[in-house]
């Protein structure tokens, strides 16, 4: 799985490059894609807000799975 902050960068770039190229067409195109990624990830966040899943913005996940495990049990030695 890729890093989504990187694929931003990545397309970030890429608009550059194509208008330092003046390929404003291309520019453009990328402008497009970035702005519809943009779009998914933040339907996604507050998807995954609504689901109860943590969506990088909480500290601590709520639910059963958040609290520490029991402590084994001793064992005597042998």
């Not at 933040?42 to 609504?50: H, P, S, V």
């Not at 943590?54 to 064992?75: D, I, L, Q």
């Amino acid at each position: 799985m890729t890093d989504p902050r990187r694929g931003f960068s990545d397309l970030a770039r890429y608009v550059k490059d194509a208008e330092a190229a003046g390929e404003q067409e291309i520019a453009a195109f990328f402008r497009a894609v970035l702005r519809e990624d943009t779009a998914r990830r933040r339907r996604r966040r507050e998807d995954l807000a609504g689901a109860g899943a943590v969506t990088g913005n909480e500290t601590t996940a709520p639910g059963p799975w958040n609290k520490r495990p029991a402590a084994a049990p001793a064992y005597p030695e042998a």
